[in-house]
């Protein structure tokens, strides 16, 4: 089966640029799109087809896909930002999702 | 607005079958797929099957096989999401969301449906 690798969790203070990555075999050949999920709260798509921004999502998050990892760029982080956050992708018609990284703002 | 709009909290037995409702609305119906979603206490996502609202096509995790059917109700715009042979560890919360049409992102998720498993 095919499997996406997350950090557990990343840290970046307020105002500053965070990363997150997401490993997969061969990754860079599908698209990525991953999902914020704040406590208590559905997920909501920040980014598909690996660098898209649906309509109401800050200019801050942005994405990038090749080789092996996709990431989840967050620039001028917030304490907004502070979420869990899951990459996902289609192999062999099925969705695999990441582990999901908390992001803790500090 | 795109909405979905999920059936309200499910206490089940093992053992005993659950079925979970989600209305849409705010968009046509049947030009898109609905995925379902899970999530365990304190676990990340996991993906259930997905199906066509157009004709009824489905696709499955594995895992889940023999276990899981999802229906559509096109005269009502609403897909259906039912679990058989519950077991504890099938307690989660269960979302259901739109599959979109160009690239199968999923843009638009239901509120979610606490479903709880217990003797």
């Avoid at chain 1, 970046?12 to 990525?32: E, M, N, R, W």
Wanted: charged fraction near 20%; charge should be neutral; hydrophobic fraction near 30%.
């Amino acid at each position: 089966s095919y499997d996406l690798t997350q950090p557990p969790s990343v840290s970046v203070s307020p105002g500053q640029t965070a990363s997150i990555t997401c490993f997969g075999d061969k990754l860079g050949d599908k698209f990525a799109c991953w999902y914020q999920q704040k406590p208590g709260q559905s997920p909501v798509l920040v980014i598909y087809e690996d660098n898209k921004r649906p309509s109401g999502i800050p200019e801050r998050f942005s994405g990038s896909n090749s080789g092996n990892t996709a990431t989840l760029t967050i620039r001028g982080t917030q304490a907004m930002d502070e979420a869990d956050y899951y990459c996902q992708a289609w192999d062999s018609n099925t969705v695999v999702f990441g582990g999901g990284t908390k992001l803790t703002v500090l | 607005q795109v909405q979905l709009v999920q059936s309200k909290v499910e206490v089940k037995r093992p053992g005993a079958s659950v079925k979970v409702s989600c209305e849409a609305s705010g968009y046509r119906f049947t030009s898109y797929g609905i995925t379902w979603v899970r999530q365990a206490p304190g676990q990340g996502l996991e993906w259930m099957g997905w199906i066509s609202a157009y004709n009824d096509d489905t696709n499955y995790a594995q895992r889940l096989q023999g276990r899981l059917t999802m229906t559509t109700d096109t005269s009502t715009s609403t897909a259906y999401m039912e679990l058989r042979s519950l077991r504890s560890d099938d307690t989660a919360v269960y979302y259901c969301a739109r599959v979109s049409s160009s690239t199968s992102e999923f843009d638009y998720w239901g509120q979610g449906t606490l479903v709880t498993v217990s003797s």
